[in-house]
């Protein structure tokens, strides 16, 4: 079963590239990559009428399948994991919510493992550091200030898996951990934040790179007072991230962030919880009960909305129906964008010669039918192989 046996070729379909759309191309799979050589007699399975599109890259993502990254055992967040990628997302960087610093800690060690062993491409801390005026669905009880040797000692508990904290960087102490994380290349996010243009600009000029969820958990622009929203729109330094479920953004807050930024400079995520994947009902969001109707997580005292049921197929889907967004540059705010911002644009984040083979097959109408990681099919095609 060596050799031959382990090479692919999809055919027929139109296949999205860095470079552009290719109509009726193919993707040589060889063992877990992509080639760049025809493999000669490979087995070909014909996508006609097909999209092919990088596997999806998912920076911000809390859980799925009724399983959480911030409290779930290890074959829960596997199938948390697991669940996103039957969605499209083949590399995900698990976040967790606002906890005390010793179980943050042990809970770096746990996901830090799972990174290790490429189940995971990283942990983001989303919180304790953030504003307790923006807490969204965070414990107020927890929040702290920015505190460089807390930043680093959740860094070392992650063992160099840390990808990313969000920080209210107005907060005491957060320029400096903005400094600390930029130093080590671990993302300083802005977010949760009470900050105005002029404080966001001063956290930017010190290294930070993403906007935690842009429009959420932030104050809204005023034309005399144009807060962080103006400041990390306008600056090219920064990549906003956006949840685009239908609850979390009007779309034409979506539509004037590609406008304004565009979409080089826009990463889609879910900000998933548990039921992502899974379905209604009564959830826990760190320590906080969550109450999931219709497919909306909000917290069961005080309503606000806590987290997604978002899947990263359904964001590109309506990304590309509703929002009109050309295909090409949802493929690079979905794929591209966050894998060259988690420094592993060599290995995924598109379709090219020696990457993983990490892709999404999608129908005419942008509905996912194939969902391929490492050379293994997780969701099979449905087409005939000739
Ligand atoms: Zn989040």
Known sequence: MAGRAESTVLAGARVVLPTGTV??????????????????????????????????????????????????????????????????????????????????????????????????????????????????????????????????????????????????????????????????????????????????????????????????????????????????????????????????LHPAALELAYHHAGADRVALITDAMDAAGFGDGRYQLGPLAVNVENGVARLVEGNSIAGSTLTLDTAFHRAVTIDRIPVEDVVTSISANPARLLGVYDKVGSLEPGKDADLVVLDEDFRLKGVMRKGEWIVRPETATS
Not at 95 to 116: K, P
Not at 141 to 161: F, I, N, Q, S, Y
Not at 207 to 232: E, K
């Open 23 to 248: 109509e009726n191309g193919r993707v040589t799979v060889e063992g877990t990559r992509i080639s760049g050589t025809q493999a000669e007699n490979a087995p070909v399975l014909d996508l006609s009428g097909h999209w092919i599109v990088p596997g999806f890259v998912d920076m911000h993502n809390h859980g799925g399948g009724g399983a959480s990254f911030t409290s779930g055992t290890v074959d829960e967040v596997l199938t948390g994991v697991r669940t996103h990628r039957e969605h499209g997302t083949t590399t995900l960087v698990a976040s967790t919510v606002t906890g005390e610093m010793d179980f943050l800690a042990e809970r770096a060690g746990i996901l830090s493992e799972l990174v290790e062993q490429g189940d995971l491409a990283g942990i983001h801390f989303e919180g304790p550091f953030i504003s307790p005026c923006r807490k969204g669905a965070h414990s107020e009880a927890l929040l702290r200030h920015p505190d460089p040797a807390e930043v680093r000692k959740l860094m070392d508990a992650a063992r160099g898996t840390a990808k990313m904290f969000t920080l209210a960087t107005e907060l005491p102490g957060g320029i400096d951990s903005v400094r600390l994380l930029a130093e080590h290349g671990v993302i300083a996010a802005i977010g949760h934040t009470d900050a105005t243009y002029e404080q966001t600009v001063e956290a930017i000029d010190a290294g930070a790179t993403v906007a935690t969820h842009l429009y959420n958990a932030m104050p809204a622009i005023g034309h005399r007072a144009p807060g962080p929203i103006a400041a990390l729109l306008e600056d090219e330094r920064v990549t906003v991230e956006l949840i685009n479920d239908g609850t979390h």
